[in-house]
Antibody, heavy 119, light 110 residues
Framework: QVQLQESGPGLVKPSQTLALTCTVSGGPISSDNYYWTWIRQPAGKGLEWIGRVYTTGGTNYNPSLKSRVTASVDTSKNQISLKMSSVTAADTAVYYC???????????WGQGILVTVSS | QSVLTQPPSASGTPGQRVTISCSGSSSNIGRNSVNWYQQLPGMAPKLLIHSSSQRPSGVPDRFSGSKSGTSASLAISGLQSEDEADYYCATWDDSLISVVFGGGTKLTVL
């Protein structure tokens, strides 16, 4: 079955760019026309949708984050990526990737990666 | 402030039936199906209900979902201690052109 695994630096300095990768195993991400989604969760708080990227590269982003976020897909590596620029402490959260089967039907999810923004 | 409104907490005793509500608007729940997620302590969220009322394979039939107008509900019958978790509703918002989540409901099994 499809499994997702997030990776990237656990610590990012303020004003820098956060870069995360989600590696998909269990099948080629290009085999089905799904969206691949990024979600985050600050400690003790709820889930926030960041954005999604289609297998052909089309994207949608949370309007509140749109100016700082870029999601992309690399079918040759079976990976999706997230870049978030000009980070602040408010971007400290656990970041999850998930497959989007259609309009918020997210399954499965990765285990998540904690990213801390601090100098 | 979440686009979808959920009660912050709910509770019940073992064996009881508990419902969690999720209120939205005509641009989200009113037009699109709702999905529910269960997040056990320290774990990633897991799909519990999709398409407003469908249970994925492996989810006990104690869990059920429904939608009416601009609101949705998750019902858990025969409450068990392992159901203690955070529950989130989610849907697509046609105006925001984004996925929106509820603020989450922390379920306590007394």
């Amino acid at each position: 079955q499809v499994q997702l695994q997030e990776s990237g630096p656990g610590l990012v300095k303020p004003s820098q760019t956060l870069a995360l990768t989600c590696t998909v195993s269990g099948g080629p991400i290009s085999s089905d026309n799904y969206y691949w989604t990024w979600i985050r969760q600050p400690a003790g708080k709820g889930l926030e949708w960041i954005g999604r990227v289609y297998t052909t590269g089309g994207t949608n982003y949370n309007p509140s984050l749109k100016s700082r976020v870029t999601a992309s897909v690399d079918t040759s590596k079976n990976q999706i990526s997230l870049k978030m620029s000009s980070v602040t402490a408010a971007d400290t959260a656990v970041y999850y990737c998930a497959r989007d089967l259609g309009y918020s039907w997210l399954d499965p999810w990765g285990q998540g990666i904690l990213v801390t923004v601090s100098s | 402030q979440s686009v979808l409104t959920q009660p912050p907490s709910a509770s019940g005793t073992p064996g009881q039936r508990v419902t969690i509500s999720c209120s939205g608007s005509s641009s989200n729940i009113g037009r699109n199906s709702v999905n529910w997620y269960q997040q056990l302590p320290g774990m990633a969220p897991k799909l519990l209900i999709h398409s407003s009322s469908q249970r994925p394979s492996g989810v006990p039939d104690r869990f059920s979902g429904s939608k009416s107008g601009t609101s949705a509900s998750l019902a858990i019958s025969g409450l068990q201690s392992e159901d203690e978790a955070d529950y989130y509703c989610a849907t697509w918002d046609d105006s925001l052109i984004s996925v929106v989540f509820g603020g989450g409901t922390k379920l306590t099994v007394l």
